[in-house]
T-cell receptor, first 114, second 116 residues
């Protein structure tokens, strides 16, 4: 089983739609999680961290379900500029030799059309 | 402020040639990461350094790959000899401390390598 798995998509949605991505991780001891965004032919950039209580940043909401070992990203009122690849990222548990060795999922492609 | 600077941005070479990719991390950052991205395998961590010391190189594919960080402001990733399957985008990223606390890596624009 891969450490981090995402549905690659692509997701094609109209402007204004709500879209959600899920990501599963294999190491139940992992404690920190993140979403990155990567525009076409650009470098990845941190979008937001994922906290146990869930967190919201404008139109973006990230949630963590430890019992099922998945994290999600919800985008409301999609904009054309949201078109990108969204990468789920997991940090191994602290205290181990892999701490800080961020593992990226393969990404979910989102295309928002007019 | 200058971000992570990588060179070259693009390189096309022939199989068997040596390739050297260069990275200048953000000033003050003490952790540096080399990633490789392909369509098939996504982003893979090759090696990371903390305070110029290699911490984990388990992602380096084979002996043809080597990485150095002679000082806090410079790192190289070398492939010798190169093979067509090495074709990928190679990203360098840096952060302050280990990435675990904030999860924020600052990536360079990448070096797109094509091996013919």
């Amino acid at each position: 089983r891969k450490e981090v798995e995402q549905d690659p998509g692509p997701f094609n949605v109209p402007e204004g739609a709500t879209v959600a991505f899920n990501c599963t991780y294999s190491n139940s001891a992992s404690q920190s999680f993140f979403w990155y965004r990567q525009d076409c032919r650009k470098e990845p950039k941190l979008l937001m961290s994922v906290y146990s209580s869930g967190n919201e940043d404008g139109r973006f909401t990230a949630q963590l379900n430890r019992a099922s070992q998945y994290i999600s990203l919800l985008i409301r009122d999609s904009k054309l500029s949201d078109s990108a690849t969204y990468l789920c990222v997991v940090n191994p548990p602290p205290g181990g030799t892999s701490y800080g060795k961020l593992t990226f999922g393969q990404g979910t492609i989102l295309t928002v059309h007019p | 402020d200058a971000g992570v600077i990588q060179s070259p941005r693009h390189e096309v070479t022939e199989m068997g040639q040596e390739v050297t990719l260069r990275c200048k991390p953000i000033s003050g950052h003490n952790s540096l990461f080399w990633y490789r991205q392909t369509m098939m395998r996504g982003l893979e961590l090759l090696i990371y350094f903390n305070n110029n010391v290699p911490i984990d190189d388990s992602g380096m594919p084979e002996d043809r790959f080597s990485a150095k960080m002679p000082n806090a402001s410079f790192s190289t990733l070398k492939i010798q000899p190169s093979e067509p399957r090495d074709s990928a985008v190679y990203f360098c990223a840096s952060t302050l401390g280990l990435a675990g606390s904030t999860g924020e890596l600052f990536f360079g624009e990448g070096s797109r390598l094509t091996v013919l």
